[in-house]
C-alpha cells in the first residue's frame, strides 16, 4: 500500500462497520486511507459499548490486511 490519501475519523468507521448510510462510500476510500490511533480507540470502545464481543471487534479492524493503517502512537 502507498502513502495513505486521507485520513478516516471515527464515525466513518462505524458506519462501515454497521452498515449504515454511507458505508459503501467509505467501503471505496478504506483502500487509500489512514486512521489515527486515538479514532481507533473510538471505535473499539464504541463496538464494546454496542455490546459487540472482543474477538468480534478484533474480526471485524483487522479484515483482510489490506485496509486501514493506523497512524500515531
Known amino acids: 500500500m502507498s502513502e495513505p490519501a486521507l485520513v478516516l475519523d471515527a464515525s ?3 458506519a462501515l462497520l454497521q452498515v449504515e ?3 459503501a462510500r467509505v467501503a ?4 487509500n486511507a489512514a486512521v ?3 479514532n481507533l480507540s473510538e471505535v473499539v470502545a464504541k463496538l ?3 455490546g459487540m464481543p472482543a474477538t468480534a471487534i478484533r474480526t471485524a ?3 483482510d490486511g ?3 493503517v ?3 502512537p
Open 12 to 14: 466513518a468507521l462505524l
Open 21 to 23: 448510510p454511507g458505508a
Open 28 to 31: 471505496a476510500l478504506v483502500p
Open 36 to 38: 489515527s490511533a486515538v
Open 48 to 50: 464494546a459499548e454496542y
Open 61 to 63: 479492524l483487522e479484515g
Open 66 to 68: 489490506r485496509g486501514v
Open 70 to 72: 493506523v497512524i500515531g
